[in-house]
């Protein structure tokens, strides 16, 4: 049987890490990543990918021994690999990096095929904006301006959260007093002024990551438990079946905290009173497997390995190397994201990138981003927007 410590020797043989940026994603990421205990790039990208379909006794990864799934369950087409610009020309666009005022942008997901979310900030450690970008006239706009409040010592916002009418984020403030301060904030996608939701001291201070949800503002925290909050300000209130979970996406939860390396047990959907769960069905060798809704990704035999909740649509895609972040589910619980290639588990396509630029990422994101950017010169990044991506034929 692989262990941890099996999976540890991989990735330091199999890790060639990108160099870190300056400026806003130094001072944000280095937040994530010290939550990190590993962040690898891909190995050199074959030439195509070979499906290879799990059989034989697999294992709840609770323990549980279970039949194999049925080969058929997902057939994953074989595809040859393809430059990025020719698998997916519209998904692929360039977008400034300064601001006139100076601020420094950095893309954080996508909000749909044509407009990018990002936010600015004149140094480490600061978010001072959060804009759209329009890919189509190539004009942003400014939703809001996030401003220091009088009294803090430190202060460091924490990427967005967001649906399709409000963003949210959180605060991780210390006060001129020394009292330790999380705070959740709101702004209706549209623009206009931000709201603060709550000020918390002594046992919220270990928020993971925030959703929402309709009129309500969903976080999970590190020592385990979801929680909520009316998006109107009030008192936290735990989510039924919700305790020692880690959010996910909303409304799906993991009993593994992000960037834990043990492989995810449960998927746990929240959104009744009546929590539902799956549980992952995987070989005894999967390592650090993670999932989304339905799909998870980890590593096995050293290369990124795949498959269905379930254990079925089983793959490892040759030549793809290892993903990004342990921890991480498929974006769009579709993409599989390395440093050199993305594979696409709808069609099979694996589309090839150089990195030519500076420095490159992914991790502005309070959920898996569904953009990459790189730096090719100071003043301007080419970002590659997943929810561009045509669907599946």
Same mark, same amino acid.
């Given at each position: 049987?692989?262990?941890?410590?099996?999976?540890?020797?991989?990735?330091?043989?199999?890790?060639?890490?990108?160099?870190?940026?300056?400026?806003?994603?130094?001072?944000?990421?280095?937040?994530?990543?010290?939550?990190?205990?590993?962040?690898?790039?891909?190995?050199?990208?074959?030439?195509?990918?070979?499906?290879?379909?799990?059989? *034989?006794?697999?294992?709840?990864?609770?323990?549980?021994?279970?039949?194999?799934?049925?080969?058929?369950?997902?057939?994953?087409?074989?595809?040859?690999?393809?430059?990025?610009?020719?698998? $997916?020309?519209?998904?692929?666009?360039?977008?400034?990096?300064?601001?006139?005022?100076?601020?420094?942008?950095?893309?954080?997901?996508?909000?749909?095929?044509?407009?990018?979310?990002?936010?600015?900030? &004149?140094?480490?450690?600061?978010?001072?904006?959060?804009?759209?970008?329009?890919?189509?006239?190539?004009?942003?706009?400014?939703?809001?301006?996030?401003?220091?409040?009088?009294?803090?010592?430190?202060?460091?916002?924490?990427?967005?959260?967001?649906? *399709?009418?409000?963003?949210?984020?959180?605060?991780?403030?210390?006060?001129?007093? *020394?009292?330790?301060?999380?705070?959740?904030?709101?702004? =209706?996608?549209?623009?206009?002024?931000?709201?603060?939701?709550?000020?918390?001291?002594?046992?919220?201070?270990?928020?993971?990551?925030?959703?929402?949800?309709?009129?309500?503002?969903? $976080?999970?925290?590190?020592?385990?438990?979801? $929680?909520?909050?009316?998006?109107?300000? *009030?008192? @936290?209130?735990?989510? =039924?079946?919700?305790?020692?979970?880690?959010?996910?996406?909303?409304? $799906?939860?993991?009993?593994?905290?992000?960037?834990?390396?043990?492989?995810?047990?449960?998927?746990?959907?929240?959104?009744?009173?009546?929590?539902?769960?799956?549980?992952?069905?995987? @070989?005894?060798?999967?390592?650090?497997?993670?999932?989304?809704?339905?799909?998870?990704?980890?590593?096995?035999?050293?290369?990124?390995?795949?498959?269905?909740?379930?254990?079925?649509?089983?793959?490892? @895609?040759?030549?793809?190397?290892?993903?990004?972040?342990?921890?991480?589910?498929?974006?769009?619980?579709?993409?599989?994201?390395?440093?050199?290639?993305?594979?696409?588990?709808?069609?099979?396509?694996?589309?090839?990138?150089?990195?030519?630029?500076?420095?490159?990422?992914?991790?502005?994101?309070?959920?898996?981003?569904?953009?990459?950017?790189?730096?090719?010169?100071?003043?301007?990044?080419?970002?590659?927007?997943?929810?561009?991506?045509? &669907?599946?034929?």
């Amino acid at each position: 049987m692989r262990t941890e410590k099996d999976l540890t020797e991989t990735l330091r043989a199999a890790a060639d890490h990108a160099p870190d940026p300056g400026g806003l994603l130094a001072g944000v990421e280095g937040q994530r990543r010290r939550r990190r205990r590993r962040r690898t790039r891909g190995l050199a990208v074959a030439t195509a990918v070979t499906a290879v379909i799990a059989a *034989g006794t697999v294992m709840a990864a609770n323990g549980r021994q279970a039949a194999a799934p049925p080969l058929a369950a997902r057939f994953f087409p074989q595809a040859t690999a393809v430059p990025l610009e020719r698998a $997916w020309p519209q998904a692929v666009v360039t977008m400034p990096a300064v601001r006139a005022d100076g601020l420094r942008r950095v893309p954080v997901t996508a909000l749909d095929a044509a407009r990018i979310l990002a936010v600015a900030g &004149p140094k480490a450690d600061t978010i001072r904006a959060i804009e759209v970008f329009d890919t189509t006239t190539r004009m942003f706009r400014e939703i809001t301006d996030i401003s220091v409040p009088p009294g803090m010592r430190t202060y460091r916002p924490q990427p967005p959260a967001l649906d *399709g009418l409000n963003l949210a984020w959180h605060v991780n403030a210390v006060r001129k007093d *020394g009292t330790e301060v999380r705070e959740i904030w709101t702004v =209706p996608l549209a623009g206009g002024k931000p709201r603060q939701v709550a000020a918390m001291t002594g046992e919220h201070l270990r928020i993971e990551r925030i959703a929402l949800d309709g009129d309500r503002i969903i $976080w999970s925290e590190r020592t385990g438990g979801v $929680w909520w909050m009316p998006l109107a300000g *009030g008192a @936290p209130m735990r989510i =039924p079946g919700g305790e020692g979970l880690h959010l996910v996406k909303w409304p $799906w939860a993991s009993d593994v905290a992000d960037g834990e390396e043990r492989s995810q047990t449960r998927v746990v959907n929240l959104s009744t009173d009546y929590p539902s769960t799956k549980d992952v069905v995987a @070989p005894l060798d999967a390592l650090s497997l993670h999932c989304g809704p339905s799909w998870c990704q980890g590593v096995r035999g050293g290369r990124t390995y795949l498959q269905n909740i379930d254990g079925s649509a089983a793959a490892e @895609p040759q030549g793809l190397g290892l993903v990004l972040r342990l921890g991480d589910y498929p974006p769009l619980d579709r993409f599989v994201v390395t440093g050199r290639a993305v594979y696409d588990v709808a069609t099979g396509t694996l589309a090839t990138f150089d990195r030519p630029g500076i420095w490159w990422g992914n991790f502005m994101s309070a959920e898996p981003s569904t953009t990459m950017y790189w730096s090719e010169r100071g003043d301007e990044y080419r970002v590659l927007n997943l929810a561009a991506v045509p &669907p599946a034929q």
